[in-house]
């Protein structure tokens, strides 16, 4: 089974918590929260009954496509939808890995321990999102 789904707008990478100093407890970011919510609707808005089976090996393949600077040069802007130049810039990929690994528990699968292999890329595009696809390996 493959399941695809695109999350409009700028990649977000998952947010450090922080903690307060009086109870001691972590307090994850509004920005991370905000974005783990989009993600977990537009899983759900494209998939609204398919949950991945409990012990399925999971293979997560994730594009994300950055805005181009309003900087950029015509000459560099065709060189960056022409995939010549491609994002270095933040959030960095493993914390875009990890917001949607997360935010897709118990909604796509029971736990992001599941998943066996994953790819994250960066490019840039005129319409920033990010795209998803996430497999399930069959064992051999």
Not at 4 to 19: Q, V
Not at 86 to 106: F, G, H, W
Request: a positive charge.
């Amino acid at each position: 089974m493959e399941v695809r789904f695109t999350i409009r707008g700028e990649p977000k990478g998952k947010g450090r918590p922080r903690f307060c100093r009086n109870t001691g407890h972590a307090i994850t970011p509004k920005d991370t929260v905000n974005y783990e919510t989009l993600v977990r609707t537009e899983y759900s808005a494209a998939y609204p009954e398919f949950k991945f089976p409990d012990g399925t090996m999971l293979d997560m393949r994730i594009m994300a496509y950055y805005s181009i600077p309003k900087s950029a040069s015509k000459k560099k802007k065709a060189s960056m939808l022409a995939n010549e130049i491609r994002p270095t810039k933040k959030p960095d990929m493993d914390n875009v890995v990890k917001i949607i690994a997360d935010s897709l528990n118990q909604v796509a699968y029971r736990d992001d321990t599941q998943i066996v292999d994953c790819q994250c890329r960066k490019f840039y595009s005129e319409t920033p999102r990010v795209e998803v696809i996430i497999r399930s390996i069959e064992p051999k």
